[in-house]
């Protein structure tokens, strides 16, 4: 069994700061690429940042400068620092894992809330 476990929400006020974790844990062959999106209420799912084995990252454009994702293949964890934290920036995150077990497919934590609050 497969399990990607987050931690790291809470509540922060605007302006602040947190750090995300991910840690990918079972019978995983490789991990092609992990990351991180979020869905607010009544909104889809979003493509926040994804990193590769080798390192090469991808953000969306609403967190660029703001966020950094990093990882550690040794320890298959993900990591997201959020810094300028906004209002809008409230909503739950996930991590993302595009990982081979057997087959190659995507997986799922179970997300984290991050809430932006004064």
């Known amino acids: 069994q497969v399990q990607l476990v987050e931690s790291g929400g809470g509540l922060v006020q605007p302006g602040g700061s947190l750090r995300l974790s991910c840690a990918a844990s079972?019978?995983?062959?490789?991990?092609?690429?992990m990351g991180w999106y979020r869905q607010a209420p009544g909104k889809q799912r979003e493509l926040i940042a994804t990193i590769t084995s080798g390192g090469r990252t991808n953000y969306a454009d609403f967190v660029k400068g703001r966020f950094t994702i990093s990882r550690d293949n040794a320890k298959n964890t993900v990591q997201l620092q959020m810094n300028s934290l906004k209002p809008g920036d409230t909503a739950v995150y996930y991590c993302?894992?595009?990982?081979?077990?057997?087959?190659?497919?995507?997986?799922w934590g179970q997300g984290t809330q991050v809430t932006v609050s004064s």
């Open positions: 993302y894992g595009d990982m081979t077990i057997l087959v190659r497919g995507d997986y």
């Open positions: 079972g019978s995983i062959a490789r991990i092609h690429a």
